[in-house]
């Protein structure tokens, strides 16, 4: 075993486990300490190569890079704080127009908020505002956050839900989980039986169209297990709601800049929402999430939505500097992403073609699930397999996030280095052998 767990290490767990109350951990003790680029250290020294960029935050690298520190540093010393939603300042404001000059033509409002989930609790509301409807309708296995708005939207699994409700009005619908249909086809067979649903039960036996003001939808659904739909079903949920008079909102919190190969997540499906929301990724590593609307859809009435720290000044600086470094790059961080994602589907589509506890290979760019099953046949999830190929990764270096009930997340940063994910992937095999061999003896 590399990773060793020092009682510096135990400490700090022990400590944490006294005073702060618990959220969502990983099954393994990473404590982090530093990093750069690829690697990430943790408080007693274990290095460790990066395949969570902390959650899709560091798209650009392990603590951004120099350019964006540098700027986040200067601004530091400038103003800090500019109480933004009040007062006035320049840098946000030029921030929101390199930022809506990466979207659709006709985008061109901004809220600046602290994340994803206050992305969304906006968007909510805005979508309220603009259509005069009060009810949503969202998809099972979707995640949007954890405060009150964006959890109604909200159905990952119920403990996230669990003694908070009732919540505000929602619907929830099945999304294009093909490997899991509800409906027990197969696609493409299927003829998109998940559309029909909303439209012959949502839409006809519990909500009246004219009700929902916004449907919300994850390009690709992150926590839920990292699911990625055909092209027909965006495009058709996309027509339910033009039907309708409904705006789509496209969640690009941990799907956007970058993550999938496009800047927009929904850019692969050749659809436009109508609302956007955005955080993780945005400001390499500093709090910060973004509501963007159509600028059709007109302004909000003064008053109806603030908060003191949207728009922070070193937030703002640090997400200016990466959209410099990404419109400057863009073309090679392109390309490099169709490179990168090829080696790794190639590699992930041959270690599911050797070992019977991969269920599925799924993704965009370089957002990428594995899906563990105990059968192929019944595909039983794999938790605890899951769970052990995460504390074997990290015990010989590699960190990895757990999504869904028995998926493992792969979203190194966008800039990994090929001799790094190649090392990544061979830790990645060796931790799913084990596992195989155990499980099928």
């Known amino acids: 075993m590399g990773t060793k767990i020092t009682p510096k290490i135990k400490s700090v767990l022990a400590r944490d486990k006294k005073v702060m109350f618990t959220t969502t951990r990983t099954p393994y003790p990473f404590v982090a300490d530093r ?23 560091y798209n ?22 500019a109480a933004f939603t009040d007062f006035y300042a320049e840098l946000p404001v030029t921030f929101a127009e390199k930022l809506v000059k990466k979207f659709p033509k006709g985008f061109g409002r901004v809220f600046f908020s602290n994340s994803g989930t206050e992305a969304n609790e906006a968007a909510i509301k805005f979508a309220r505002l603009f259509t ?68 012959d039960y949502a839409l006809s036996k519990e909500v009246h169209p004219t009700e929902v003001s916004a449907i919300f939808i994850e390009p690709m659904q992150g926590e839920g297990g990292y699911i990625a739909p055909p092209v027909e079903f965006i495009k058709g949920v996309r027509e339910i709601a033009d039907d309708n008079g409904m705006l789509l909102v496209s969640d690009e919190v941990q799907s956007g800049y970058m993550r999938t190969g496009k800047f927009l997540a929904m850019d692969n499906f050749g659809v436009e929402a109508d609302i956007y929301t955005m955080a993780k990724a945005i400001a390499g590593g500093l709090p910060m999430g973004a509501t963007i609307t159509r ?15 949207g728009g922070n000044l070193v937030a703002v600086a640090a997400a200016n500097a990466s959209i410099d470094y990404l419109n400057a790059n ?29 269920g599925d290979v799924r993704g965009l760019g370089m957002m990428i699930g594995i899906e563990l099953v105990r059968s192929r046949e019944t595909k039983e999830p794999a938790v605890t397999e899951r769970d052990n190929i995460l504390k074997s990764c990290f015990n010989n270096g590699l960190i990895l996030l757990p999504a869904g009930i028995s998926t493992i997340r792969i979203i190194p940063p966008l800039t990994v280095s090929t001799d790094n994910l190649e090392k990544g992937l061979g830790i990645l095999e060796d931790a799913i052998k084990e596992a195989n061999s155990s499980l099928f003896r």
Not at 64 to 74: D, E, F, Q, V, W
Not at 296 to 308: Q, R
Not at 345 to 355: D, G, P, Q, T, V
């Open 35 to 57: 990093g750069e680029g690829d690697i990430v250290y943790d408080v007693s020294g274990n290095k460790f190569i990066d395949f969570s960029s902390f959650v899709s935050v």
């Open 60 to 81: 650009l690298g392990v603590n951004a890079n120099l350019s964006i520190r540098n700027a986040a540093k200067k601004q530091i010393d400038k103003l800090m704080h």
């Open 132 to 199: 005069k409807r009060q009810y949503t309708l969202s998809f099972y296995n979707a995640f949007h956050g954890r405060t009150l708005g964006s959890l109604s939207l909200t159905a990952s699994r119920s403990s996230q839900r669990h003694y908070f409700g009732p919540f505000p009005n929602t619907i929830h619908v099945p999304y294009a989980y093909c490997y899991r249909c509800p409906f027990g086809k197969e696609y493409p067979s299927c003829g998109m039986a998940c559309l029909d649903y909303i439209k």
């Open 295 to 309: 600028s059709s859809l007109g302004d909000i009435p003064a008053g109806s939505h603030a908060n003191t720290f």
């Open 330 to 358: 863009k073309a090679s961080i392109s390309a490099e992403i169709r490179r990168k994602s090829s080696i790794m589907f190639k590699r992930l589509n041959a270690m599911k073609e050797s070992y019977a506890i991969i």
